[in-house]
Every structure is written in C-alpha cells, then in structure tokens.
C-alpha cells in the first residue's frame, strides 16, 4: 500500500508536523508505504494533489483541518475529476467539523480507515462565484458567518473558542441584507444575516449548523438566519451547540440539490473554513462524488 501523506505543517495550532511524525510511525508500524509533503505556503497543497493525483497513489491523506481538505480535495478535483484515488482524513486542525460526520473522528483513527482500505462514498459541493468555481465538502456561508470566521482567524490559537470571540466582535456591527435566492426552482425573498449550506452537520468544531444534515444523501442542507436583534443573536448562539437553534422563528431551512444567491450588496464566501471568492453564487451537490476512508 502506498500513500501520500499532505501536511499542514500549521495546523490545530501549529501542531501539523508533530502530529505528521506520528502518523508516520503508526502507517510504519502496520508496513504501509508513506511519502509525506508538507505545504509551505496557502494553496501549495491544492498544487500538490493536482499533480498526484494521477500518479498510482493507493490514497491521498490530507493531515490538518478542513481548509486543508479543502484545498486537496480540489487540487484533486483539478488534475482529474474522475478522483481515482481515496481520500483520507487525519483530523488535526482547529475545528475538524467534517471528520465529526466519519466514524474516523481522530487522527490515530484516520490512519486506522487508510490503513483497512475500507471506504464510503461521500457527497460534494460545488460553487460558482463571479470569476472562480470551488468544491467543498463541509460548509459554505456568507454574511455574519464569514464576518465571525474572518475575524475568529486573527484568534486561531484559542481553538473553537475563536469562533465564539469572532462572534461578539461581529455583533457589535450587525447588519442584515436584502436576499433573493432560489432552491430547486422555488424562488424566496428575505431580509437576511446569513446563509450557512451545510454537507456535513458540524461548522466551527463543534456547532451543530445544520442538524439534519448528512454527507451521502445527496442533498445540501441551507440554514438561514434572517433579521434579528443583537440579543436575540446573542441569545441564539448557545443552542448551535445542541441544534436547537433552527426552532427560533428567525432561522429557515431548506434542502435542495442546485440553488442561487444573490444578496444585494456582495458578500465574501467561507467555504470549509476559508475566505475564498463572494456572492453572487450558483451552487450544487455531487452526490458520492469521492470516496473517503472511514472505520
């Protein structure tokens, strides 16, 4: 079995290179074949698995958090959209929210998954932004939420707890946007704060976004938060953590397989963690379009 092993040497703290020399020893340990490639600078891992994706690997490891699937899955996506080869994921970043939907749900587990051979097929996003497209696997947001996640960066060596501080800081400036999007042909009209489209249930760690969200069923699931109050935010924030926020009166949910957004002033967009690209976006599902290890 041979396996190529992409690192985010910064990752969960700047942990990624520690904990890379100990998933070596335990592929070593089991006689599994391992090259390992750190990255070296944002987007060198999405170059990387470009070019290997084609080269014969038995798996393609990504070891760090979502922004580092992120960028590997389209590098992959790039240099073949056929995905011959498996992805595995060695959750060490700050928030792992897609790992939370995989029974491999640690780093020694994630090794275990590669090391069976045993994989799932897995649905992906895909986003169409004025002058780039992109996949994702766990969520895409825009509005409040990519306010608090480009703010929660400046605190990344606090954890989860960056998500939480972006939040407040965030607050203090709330501001809500006249939207108009479209899901499977029905078209809305709100007065909206964000827009979270979720593959996996999880953003931020541990936040349970979208509830009924699942990572094979072929769908996108799309939770809104239209106008409120900054208490009434504040106040909403805690019942992410169980999903019982999408009871209140101002969140919506949808699901759908192809939609549009289009708020009226451009917003930026946070796929999987990252500020990538903004809105206007037409958006889509891949059902079982890759294939991830898992226990």
């Known amino acids: 079995m041979k396996i190529l092993l992409l690192v985010n040497p910064a990752a969960g703290r700047k942990q990624g290179t520690q904990a890379a020399q100990k998933a070596l020893t335990l592929f070593h340990q089991q006689g599994v074949e391992v090259t390992c490639i750190y990255s070296e600078y944002a987007g060198h891992l999405i170059e990387i698995a470009k070019r290997e994706v084609n080269s014969g690997w038995d798996g393609i490891a990504a070891l ?9 899955i389209n590098g992959m996506m790039q240099g073949n959209p056929d995905l011959p080869v498996p992805l595995g994921v060695l959750p060490v970043g700050t928030g792992n929210s897609f790992s939370k939907d995989l029974a491999a749900q640690s780093l ?30 766990n969520i895409l947001g825009f509005g409040f939420v990519a306010d608090v996640a480009q703010k929660a960066a400046a605190f990344k060596k606090w954890g989860s707890l960056s998500y939480i501080i972006g939040v407040f800081i965030i607050t203090k400036n709330l501001q809500s ?20 489209i979720s593959n996996s249930t999880k953003t931020g760690g541990n936040m349970i976004m979208a509830p009924a969200a699942k990572i094979d069923d072929g769908k996108l699931d799309v939770v809104i938060l239209n106008k409120i109050s900054r208490y009434g935010l504040l106040s909403t924030l805690p019942k992410i953590f169980n999903g019982s926020h999408i009871r209140i009166p101002q969140i919506e949910t949808f699901q759908g397989s192809a939609m549009t957004f289009h708020p009226a002033v451009p917003k930026a967009l946070t796929p999987d963690g990252e500020i990538i690209g903004e809105t206007p976006i037409t958006v889509s599902i891949l059902p079982g379009k890759i294939k991830v290890f898992d226990l």
């Open 108 to 137: 020694q587990a994630g090794v275990q998954a590669v090391v069976n051979g045993t994989t799932r097929r897995v649905d992906l996003g895909y986003c169409e932004s004025p002058g780039r497209s992109f996949y994702f696997i």
């Open 177 to 196: 946007c006249t939207l108009d999007f479209e899901i499977d042909g029905q078209t809305y009209h709100r007065d909206n704060v964000f827009v979270e």
């Open 64 to 72: 760090g958090g979502d922004g580092t699937l992120f960028e590997v």
